[in-house]
């Protein structure tokens, strides 16, 4: 992992959080995923997924929005395959 890819010091669970940068995830949502599982665990962390539709069945205005709270730039002029990549990576 780069120098620059390191976690901070809030980062509870070092070694969940670069796995999951490896993975390709982003540095916000692998710090989330790591703190909620050297928290409450890894199995309750888990369990929670899978509850909200997928979102190639989402409007594109509805992705929009949902960029909009999530602060993805570059939303407005995104196709909706394009706001579908940003958001699940995101």
């Keep these: 992992m780069p120098a620059d890819d390191k976690p901070g010091p809030s980062v509870k669970d070092d070694k969940r959080y670069e796995a999951l940068r490896r993975e390709g995830n982003s540095k916000e ?41 999530l602060d993805v730039a570059g939303r407005s002029s995104m196709t909706k395959s394009e706001l579908v990549d940003a958001l699940r990576n995101h």
């Design 29 to 69: 949502k692998s710090a989330r995923i790591a703190n909620a599982s050297a928290a409450q665990g890894a199995g309750t962390v888990g369990a929670r997924g899978g509850r909200a539709g997928s979102y190639d069945d989402w409007s594109v205005d509805d992705l929009r929005k949902r960029a909009r709270e």
